[in-house]
């Protein structure tokens, strides 16, 4: 963060004990205006650091920061489960398991050099699952697995996981292709947009 100092506009005193004009100031006494003068000072840096346009790079740190407090959170709250997890409870091998996330069959999120696979997945049959993410395959993962677990009106309610378990695969794969269709234009747009600025 890149910090505006206003100190150099403040001419210091040759005495701590001396105004600019050689004035005694109290210096000692609870509101000495040496005391009330720095503490101006200060609150204005503070304002003026907010003001201070962040660059491009400071912005991506903060999302980066914003992003990694969130994925930790979905892990804590066992939204996502380690690849070791996932792999013995569909009695596959962590190999199968990439293999179907570079084939589009399932998705994962690398957090702090770990696989983590949404927890919804083990309630649901592996073909459900793998047909759905499918139709999903254009979206990254942060927002394929917010997706999944959104609650959803035209499912009445229910995330995708609750329909599929409800025996409503079809509204599920219909949502999601509206909703990849959707994303994927609008991703479209952005890039044209960001394309014709640049």
């Given at each position: 963060?890149?910090?505006?100092?206003?100190?150099?506009?403040?001419?210091?005193?040759?005495?701590?004990?001396?105004?600019?004009?050689?004035?005694?100031?109290?210096?000692?006494?609870?509101?000495?205006?040496?005391?009330?003068?720095?503490?101006?000072?200060?609150d204005l840096e503070l304002r003026l650091v907010e003001l201070v346009p962040k660059t491009d790079a400071e912005i991506d740190l903060e999302i980066a920061e914003g992003s990694a407090l969130v994925e930790n959170r979905w892990i804590r709250d066992k939204l996502l489960l380690p690849e070791a997890e996932m792999a013995r409870a569909w009695s596959r091998e962590p190999k199968d398991l990439d293999q179907a996330c570079r084939e589009g069959g399932l998705f994962c999120l690398l957090i702090g050099g770990t696989r983590w696979y949404p927890a919804a997945f083990l309630e649901l049959d592996a073909g459900d699952v793998d047909s759905v993410c499918r139709v999903l395959?254009?979206?990254?993962?942060?927002?394929?697995f917010i997706f999944w677990n959104r609650?959803?009106?035209?499912?009445?309610?229910?995330?995708?996981?609750q329909a599929l378990r409800a025996g409503e695969?079809?509204?599920?794969?219909?949502?999601?292709?509206s909703f990849a269709f959707e994303h994927v234009h609008a991703r479209g747009a952005v890039n044209q947009v960001h394309g014709a600025s640049g």
């Open positions: 963060m890149r910090q505006i100092s206003c100190m150099s506009s403040i001419s210091p005193a040759s005495d701590p004990g001396q105004g600019s004009r050689g004035t005694p100031v109290d210096t000692d006494s609870e509101g000495g205006d040496s005391r009330h003068a720095r503490q101006a000072i200060k395959r254009g979206l990254d993962a942060s927002s394929a609650r959803q009106g035209s499912l009445r309610g229910q995330t995708l996981h695969r079809g509204a599920v794969l219909q949502l999601a292709r």
